[in-house]
């Protein structure tokens, strides 16, 4: 089975700087997408990065990036110049196989320090 | 972008009762949706699968007589809690597929989630 570990349940991080939550993951298959959502207190879950895992280059967006390490089965979102709105809970899931559903871990809690 | 409107945002009822939350997508057709539960401070945990037309598929441990979901049409699934007690008060957040389950890289839009409290 698959399964998603988030090692940091809170991080810290000052406005304007760059922070990076660790994301591992474990399974057989060789397809499957990667995925970081955000959770503010609204508790609307946003996605925030898609990673396909057939791709080497990894994704970004905008102030948003990933570093994945399929071999390592490593997953790390690193958030540049850090914003007060970037405060929430973050999730990295899984999806993949023939049942669709993300599998998430057990999220991250990110606090921006003015 | 694709929308899921989930109703209500939030519910109180009294122990015994049943509460349906309606999870619709409003822009798409979705041909599977899923149902998560979340508690305080914690991870989503996937409650059931369901397919248009088809019966939901439940994880273990979630009681199918408690939570029954339906699906019967593209753009609607229902959860109803039955009997609730206050051991379910929960978050409930379902999200909805714009292919079949078995299409990898389908994605998946969420709904604004139900926050019920039982009394």
């Known amino acids: 089975a698959q399964t998603v570990t988030q090692s940091q349940p809170e991080m810290s991080v000052q406005e304007a700087e760059t922070v990076t939550l660790s994301c591992t993951y474990d399974?057989?298959?060789?397809?499957?997408?990667l995925f970081w959502y955000k959770q503010p207190p609204s508790r609307q879950m946003i996605l925030v990065i898609r990673q396909e895992a057939y791709k080497q280059q990894n994704a970004t967006e905008n102030r948003f990036s990933v570093n994945f390490q399929k071999a390592a089965k490593s997953f790390s979102l690193k958030i540049s110049d850090s914003q007060l709105g970037d405060a929430a809970m973050y999730f990295c899931?899984?999806?993949?196989?023939?049942?669709?559903?993300?599998?998430f871990g057990k999220g991250t809690k990110l606090s921006v320090k003015p | 972008g694709a929308v899921v409107s989930q109703h209500p945002s939030w519910v109180i009822c009294k122990s015994g009762t049943s509460v349906k939350i309606e999870c619709r997508s409003l822009?798409?057709?979705?041909?599977?949706m899923f149902w998560y539960r979340q508690f305080p401070k914690q991870s989503l945990m996937l409650m059931a699968t369901s397919n248009e037309g088809s019966k939901a598929t439940y994880e273990q441990g979630v009681e199918k007589d408690k939570f029954l979901i339906n699906h019967a049409s593209l753009t609607l699934s229902t959860l109803t809690v039955t009997s609730a007690h206050p051991e379910d008060s929960s978050f409930y957040i379902c999200?909805?597929?714009?292919?079949?389950?078995?299409?990898?890289?389908?994605?998946?839009?969420f709904g604004n989630g139900t926050r019920l409290t039982v009394t």
């Open positions: 399974t057989s298959e060789s397809d499957y997408y």
């Open positions: 899931a899984y999806y993949g196989g023939s049942q669709g559903n993300l599998i």
């Open positions: 999200s909805a597929s714009t292919r079949g389950h078995q299409s990898l890289g389908s994605p998946l839009h």
């Open positions: 822009d798409f057709q979705a041909t599977t």
